[in-house]
């Protein structure tokens, strides 16, 4: 979702939100932080500092790429952000047949949103977006890549992974 459906970082955008609203919540994030535990962190955030979905900026290249692909394959969407926050998105868009997000112990990023694309389609049995170094653990485990709005030099590394379909 961050830096693929939207071009906003959905954990700055609650990071900053917090700070402005409810300072004295900071601590609170801190110590979320320091436990390493990254869904803790971001339910944390979601919990005192949501942004309205409204509020993110679209990226226009995949917005207008996924109306494409309307009727000619279900599209979900799997992100790290809250589930919650997901829902949102999914619910304002319209475009989505199911959410991943990150839920309570299980940070859906990498290694565990592969697993669980993989428990959900099969291996090979489903084509990603993705933008980051963590969705190369994807796209091992995907029959195609979208890459968009990627550093330089991971559309390379995706394609060692599985076939490119398109780079946004």
């Not at 979601?46 to 790429?65: D, I, K, M, S």
């Not at 996924?66 to 868009?93: M, V």
Request: charged fraction near 25%.
């Amino acid at each position: 979702m961050d830096g693929t459906l939207f071009s906003s970082d959905s954990t700055a955008l609650m990071t900053a939100r917090l700070r402005a609203r409810r300072p004295h919540r900071l601590l609170g994030l801190w110590r979320a932080r320091r436990s390493g535990d990254k869904a803790e962190m971001k339910l944390y955030l979601y919990r005192h500092g949501a942004v309205p979905v409204q509020r993110f900026t679209p990226y226009a290249p995949l917005q207008e790429w996924l109306r494409t692909q309307e009727g000619t394959r279900p599209i979900f969407l799997a992100t790290g952000a809250p589930q919650a926050l997901a829902d949102e998105a999914s619910h304002a868009s319209g475009q989505f047949a199911g959410v991943f997000g990150t839920q309570p112990g299980h940070n859906n990023t990498g290694a565990r949103k592969a697993a669980r694309l993989v428990e959900r389609f099969g291996e090979r049995g489903f084509d990603y977006v993705g933008n980051s170094e963590a969705d190369l653990a994807v796209w091992r485990c995907a029959r195609r890549a979208i890459v968009c709005n990627a550093p330089v030099g991971l559309a390379e590394r995706a394609a060692e992974l599985c076939d490119i379909e398109l780079v946004l």
